[in-house]
């Protein structure tokens, strides 16, 4: 599991490495395009969209992995630890249910869009629902992991306020010694 979970975050990077060249290629092309020969491909647009929203949901997923989103962590910081716990407890709560209700809309989307089609390519338009179903699933098992973690009081578990030793204070404590 330790191995597996690195190995998918190495793929969701190259997924959204690949996604970000083909929509760059696509988007200057029909720059190029439209600028010198006054047309275009309108499939390029449509398919540098999917793309993007593709890319989009995939790096929500590991930012919230690598604990990359923006957060307010000064109040946090100033709470005792027991308070800081509860404080992430419930805020872990009120994520899973956001998340739930993004997962509920996503898989709404998705079965709507088995009967849509894009105007160009006539893809369904549920790839492009997908990504949030997606998104949304696994940010709910990333979250209620370290719910679990932090319940179970856990070392590895992320409380936000608790911050890491700066490394002045790991020197001096080395120097200390």
Same mark, same amino acid.
């Given at each position: ?31 190029? *395009?439209?600028? *010198? ?12 969209? *999917? &793309? ?21 962590? &000064? ?18 709560? *009120? ?13 709404? !989307?998705?079965? +709507?869009? &088995? ?12 790839? &492009? ?16 992991? @370290? ?14 306020? @608790? ?6 204070? +790991?020197? !001096? ?5």
């Amino acid at each position: 599991m330790k191995q597996l979970v690195p190995r998918l975050e190495h793929i969701v990077e190259w997924l959204m490495a690949l996604a970000l060249a083909i929509m760059v290629a696509l988007v200057f092309g029909n720059v190029v *395009l439209r600028y *010198l020969f006054d047309s275009g491909i309108a499939a390029a647009e449509e398919l540098a969209r *999917l &793309m993007f929203v593709w890319l989009i949901f995939l790096g929500a997923i590991l930012a919230l992995r690598r604990h990359a989103h923006l957060g307010v962590e &000064m109040m946090q910081a100033r709470l005792p630890p027991g308070a800081r716990r509860v404080c992430a407890v419930v805020s872990h709560l *009120l994520m899973l249910y956001g998340l739930w209700l993004f997962l509920y809309g996503s898989w709404t !989307q998705t079965v +709507i869009g &088995m009967s849509t089609y894009s105007t160009v390519l006539r893809y369904p338009t549920a790839f &492009m629902a997908s990504a949030g179903l997606l998104c949304a699933a696994s940010m709910i098992l990333i979250v209620a992991l @370290n719910l679990w973690r932090i319940v179970s009081r856990h070392p590895d578990a992320m409380i936000p306020g @608790n911050t890491a030793p700066s490394l002045d204070a +790991i020197i !001096q404590q080395g120097a200390a010694e």
